[in-house]
């Protein structure tokens, strides 16, 4: 028989009683204080002479009372149940179930005061890491405002609850431990090796040894409890160690257990009774710990829990997750089957690849077709406009021809009338006047048919008759009397149309419009070229004098005593090199192999790196950088260095926006570019992409041509050119300098390395520079005048002997110099200083042995040793790398007076381009999604992701596979065209419009390959976390690892670049993923992008998880070092990492640029 003791006679105050004001009042409870305390000391009292009178009365009587006592106080206190009873006599059930229902609600109010109390304390704030909001994740884990019959069913089991529940230091006990890893809790006042009671064992509780109102509050102090020992309540679980209960928690399923004789052990928990004990029975639940240890209290899969002593099976059409408090409908276009865990989505996933691959079909064809149909229509215009001049010429010509027939008819009888009537008949030249009228008529007729609106088509109007031309004819220049003044005239009248064309040009808007005066204009040139070959002396001196013809600023470059000596190795690339380049020629740099050409116009440029050079160098006499000038200098290459995937006509016009000046109309520059396609025949080709090695485009010959021609469409005063004709025929080597020579009439200055051209291309340049191994200048002068110095020397060119390469073939010692010229080729150099009168170097004097200074200098320069040879290398390597660096950030003032476009309209031109590559590279871009989605659908079908670790395998994964493949794609951006870059940027184009240009391109990329990615794993691993949480945190890494991908691609060469970003997603995550490392390790993981990106990842998932699920998360987040109020944090980091990689790639490419 249990003992019950009554010993407290003393009644305590309001302020503890359980329905104290100071505690939460229930609106079901209207009782006063007074009406309580009265109530309670009637029950009291009445027990008290109950137990007194106990021999005096029957069993019957004492029932009674023993009723009235239960039906007293059940509903007032249940802290105070008073059980009387005799031996086993258990009461039978109350009749009044709103009398439990008040009692519960009290018992609940008392649970959520101790609820209110975790949520302030310490306790909690040391587990702030997996709680986000304490408020909310702890109303979803123990809201039981919706259902507290376990709360019920447990006082009528047990009485007196609140003396059974564990308090807050009892359960930080629990919770420390599980903290730690222990599933047992440490030995404690109630538990321990001296001290064991029943309410020790899994299962079990105890009350309270004091009785009273227990203070559940209390976190310092654990209460003795061994009275009245019992299995655990249905929907409480308690903890082995510790000899109370605590509530399971929502989304658990706590039934009590049955001993299941086979294997002793109780079902459905996992513990056994303990040995020697028969009497000792299983009890309820005994453990809440993290799914991944134990599972056994959460509600299992195919099943929802209402409440946490009910458990009922999904339905169909639901699907019901592990741990879940209800059923969660189905999509549409899903199936689920009664008791289903989850739903299956990849429909979704293949719906939404479907409309991600149609959508980019779209765009891709769509953007493609419209490239097509842009330049179709602008095909049709500049063809109506070419045969539309073509037919003003081709009708100017038929009428020259017929004028010129009628002149000679007129010529003939004329003559034949003054053969006989000599004497009577004087020369009049006045058929020649009126006919020279007739023709200037119709030649302004031609020309000047384009319309008010400069739309270049010809009028077709009754003004036009032949009386009426004959009669405006007599009017016009009727002042002109002599014959030999045809052609000037002429000349004089296309040059005034041309200034007003110019000035009409201003007003051109349309295509066509633009079209016919661009080629209006160039019938006109090349008319105006045909016909200066037939100028007389004065007729080139007025066509030179014209103001009207356009000419571009002179530029005139004076070298003196021109020394360049390699750093470090103090050689001589280029010695005492004197003369001059002058604008409105051609200058011609030849020699044999290792004579300094190239040298020679990188000392020129400012572009010798690692050397120093001295000497004095003279621009339009003045001592100023050649960087002033660099908007209108262009320095053409020895490689073909264009844009493969663009065509001949869109490489023209880029390097014509970027280049030209900003005031210059539309028309002006459609004008140029055309003037450019057409000097340098590639008519033929100008919509065909220039190719690439993969990628077959136009010719060699062509590509060359497309080479230079990005360099006169910027409409040059100074040119150079590093051996423009190499690996071009004689026919297209002639066409390119006769468009070069055209550009000299424009007074450009021209200076080009040219290798052992024929005769014919020899005649065409005006001066020449010939070398000598060594950097010595053996010849510089007139090209008609070189045969005659050598022959001065004794150097005759035998007959149909090419004379450049003769000259060469002996510098290089191939042809031995005749014995009676008395001349070495080694002496060739001091023989023209010695012409000249220049001073010759101290190196080069000999001495009285006949050795030179500088051969017995070379000569210990081979006795040093390798050690000597590898320390000079290293030195004139990193003197390469400062002088580069230094040259980069080197200002100079800008003196070429042209005002380019700014960096925001090169920044629109980048996009046009740009946009342009990118969407002929369509296939390619394809196949990287197509990459994307493989990767997406295998690593969804075999790393689910695991609810014990909120995915923290399937996201590792992924963050190796997102970063690997956007990485290597990503390098395409910036290794592909350092060439191009370097080009564009040494002639003064935007770097950072080039950059950002990217960067804008690429944002495409960076938001559709997380997409991309998505439509597979999300659908096929099918994580809690939405699919926009798991969208924004791919796109931050995605957009982390470009940036990352930029900085290899511009610091290291491909090779090296692609292994890296193949290399750093898998170092870095793994050791961002070291749970147990070293010190330093987390450290470094702690900076690593992948911790930060993986941590979003399991954020996002495990926020999704509650109730049941809540010791799960902290335990997760706690092993990971994870925190869950970082998720914002974490994205932000990989924004700026992304940010910062970036800002560091364009530093790098400005710093490492090579000119």
Not at 89 to 109: C, K, R, V, W
Request: net charge positive; charged share 20%; glycine share 6%.
């Amino acid at each position: 028989m249990r003992h019950f003791d009554y010993r407290s006679k003393t009644r305590r105050s309001s302020s503890t009683s359980l329905f104290a004001p100071s505690q939460r009042p229930n609106r079901h409870l209207h009782w006063d204080q007074h009406s309580l305390n009265l109530a309670e000391n009637l029950v009291f009292a009445t027990c008290k002479r109950a137990m007194r009178r106990r021999k005096l009365l029957g069993s019957s009587a004492f029932t009674c009372l023993f009723y009235a006592c239960i039906l007293t106080l059940f509903p007032f206190s249940f802290l105070r149940f008073v059980q009387c009873q005799l031996g086993a006599l258990s009461p039978p059930p109350l009749p009044n179930p709103g009398t439990f229902d008040l009692l519960t609600q009290a018992a609940y109010a008392r649970l959520d005061n101790l609820t209110t109390e975790l949520l302030s304390s310490q306790f909690v704030q040391e587990y702030s890491f997996c709680i986000e909001d304490p408020k909310a994740d702890w109303d979803k884990a123990f809201n039981y405002s919706s259902d507290r019959n376990f709360l019920t069913a447990c006082m009528l089991k047990v009485g007196d609850v609140s003396r059974r529940l564990c308090t807050a230091a009892e359960v930080e006990i629990y919770f420390n431990n599980l903290l730690d890893g222990m599933n047992r809790a440490r030995p404690n006042r109630n538990c321990n090796s001296t001290y064991w009671v029943a309410g020790c064992e899994p299962g079990w509780a105890c009350m309270t040894d004091i009785e009273g109102q227990v203070d559940l509050k209390n976190s310092q102090e654990v209460p003795a409890r061994g009275s009245d020992c019992q299995s655990c309540c249905e929907g409480f679980f308690c903890p082995s160690s510790i000899t109370c209960m605590i509530p399971c928690p929502l989304g658990a399923y706590c039934p009590l257990a049955t001993l299941n004789k086979t294997t002793g052990i109780c079902d459905p928990y996992s513990y056994r009774t303990p040995p020697g004990q028969p009497d000792h029975s299983c009890g309820g639940a005994n453990i809440w710990a993290d799914a991944r240890t134990n599972r056994e209290m959460f509600c299992p899969a195919g099943s929802y829990c209402p409440t946490n002593t009910a458990e009922r099976p999904c339905s169909r059409g639901y699907y019901c997750p592990i741990g879940s408090t209800g059923e969660n409908r189905c999509f549409r276009l899903t199936t689920c089957d009664p008791k289903t865990e989850s739903q299956n989505i990849h429909l979704y996933g293949v719906m939404l690849i479907g409309a991600l691959g149609t959508l980019l079909l779209i765009i891709y064809n769509c953007s493609d077709q419209l490239l097509t149909i842009r330049e179709r229509r602008f095909r049709k215009s500049r063809e109506t406009a070419v045969r539309n001049v073509r037919e003003k010429t081709q009708a100017r010509a038929r009428w020259k021809s017929a004028k010129d027939a009628a002149v000679k008819h007129v010529a003939e009888l004329h003559a034949q009338i003054s053969g006989r009537f000599s004497k009577r008949m004087p020369s009049n030249p006045e058929e020649f006047k009126n006919l020279n009228e007739i023709e200037t008529e119709m030649t302004d007729d031609l020309y000047s048919s384009v319309s008010a609106d400069g739309s270049g088509m010809p009028h077709q109007s009754n003004a036009n008759s032949k009386g009426e031309k004959t009669e405006s004819s007599l009017h016009i220049h009727a002042e002109d009397e002599k014959e030999d003044n045809f052609d000037k005239f002429d000349i004089d009248s296309r040059n005034k149309d041309v200034k007003n064309k110019v000035s009409k040009g201003k007003d051109i808007h349309t295509r066509s419009q633009i079209f016919n005066y661009a080629y209006t204009q160039l019938e006109k040139e090349k008319a105006q070229q045909q016909q200066s070959k037939n100028l007389n002396f004065s007729g080139l001196i007025s066509l030179a004098a014209n103001d009207e013809i356009r000419k571009r600023p002179f530029i005139e470059i004076v070298f003196t005593d021109l020394t360049v000596t390699l750093k470090g190795k103090h050689k001589k690339l280029l010695k005492s090199v004197t003369g001059k380049i002058s604008p409105g020629r051609v200058t011609a740099t030849m020699g044999p192999s290792g004579a300094g050409k190239t040298t020679f116009l990188s000392a020129l440029t400012g572009k010798a790196v690692g050397c120093n050079v001295t000497g004095l160098v003279l621009i339009n006499e003045k001592a100023v950088s050649i960087h002033s000038y660099r908007k209108i200098v262009g320095f053409v290459p020895q490689d073909d260095i264009v844009h493969g995937n663009l065509t001949v006509e869109e490489n023209l016009w880029f390097s014509a926006r970027c280049r030209l000046s900003a005031d210059l109309s539309k028309p002006e520059k459609v004008l140029i570019v055309e003037r450019v396609i057409d000097s340098l025949g590639l008519q033929a080709v100008r919509a065909s992409i220039v190719g690439t090695v993969e990628k077959r485009g136009i010719s060699g010959g062509q590509r060359k041509r497309v080479n230079v021609g990005l360099e006169l469409v910027m409409e040059p005063s100074l040119l150079f050119l590093d051996e423009p004709t190499s690996g071009l025929d004689s026919s297209s080597s002639q066409l390119l300098l006769r468009a070069l020579r055209r550009e000299a009439l424009e007074g450009v200055n021209i200076c080009m390395v040219v290798h052992q051209p024929s005769y014919a291309l020899f005649q065409m340049f005006d001066d020449l520079i010939l070398l000598a191994k060594g950097g010595l200048t053996v010849y510089h002068g007139p090209v008609r005048q070189v045969e005659e110095y050598f022959a001065g020397l004794g150097i005759c060119v035998p007959e149909r002997v090419n004379p450049p390469d003769y000259f060469i073939d002996i510098l290089e010692g191939l042809i031995k110099t005749s014995s009676s010229s008395g001349v070495n080729y080694e002496d060739l150099p001091l023989r023209w200083m010695l012409h000249n009168g220049y001073p010759i170097p101290p190196d080069m004097r000999s001495d009285s042995n006949g050795t030179s200074n500088h051969e017995l200098h070379d000569s210990v320069m081979e006795e040093q040793s390798f050690a000597g040879e590898v320390w000079q290398h290293v030195k004139s390597h990193v003197a390469q790398k400062h002088d580069r660096i230094r040259r980069n950030f080197l200002q100079s003032t800008d003196l070429s007076k042209r005002k380019t476009p700014n960096i925001f309209l090169q920044y629109k031109y980048f996009l046009g381009r740009l946009s342009k590559q990118r969407l002929r590279e369509a296939k390619t871009h394809a196949v990287d999604y197509l990459i994307l989605l493989i990767a997406g659908a295998c690593l969804g079908s075999l790393t689910n992701a695991d609810d014990a670790t909120f995915g923290f395998g399937a996201y590792t994964y992924t963050i190796i596979a997102a970063s690997l493949l956007c990485k290597i794609a990503a390098l395409r951006s910036f290794s592909l065209d350092k060439l191009q870059y370097w080009r564009e940027s040494a002639s003064g184009i935007s770097s950072f419009a080039h950059f950002m240009a990217k960067d804008t391109v690429d944002l495409f990329n960076v938001l559709m390959k997380p997409v991309v990615y998505l439509s597979m794993f999300y659908f096929f691993s099918n994580p809690k976390s939405s699919f926009a949480d798991n969208y924004a945190v791919l796109l931050c890494l995605v957009y982390c690892v470009t940036g990352i991908a930029y900085a290899l691609a511009i610091f290291l060469e491909p090779g090296p670049s692609q292994l890296c970003a193949v290399l750093l997603p898998v170092v870095l995550t793994l050791i961002a993923t070291q749970l147990n490392g070293s010190k330093f390790v987390r450290t470094v993981g702690s900076f690593c992008y992948p911790k930060w990106a993986l941590e979003a990842f399991v954020i996002a998932n495990a926020e999704r998880y509650y109730g049941v699920w809540l010791l799960t998360r902290c335990g997760a987040l706690h092993r990971f070092g994870y925190n869950v109020n970082h998720f914002v944090l974490r994205l932000s980091m990989l924004i700026l990492a992304g940010v910062g990689f970036r800002a560091m790639a364009f530093i790098g490419m400005v710093t490492f640029r090579k000119k």
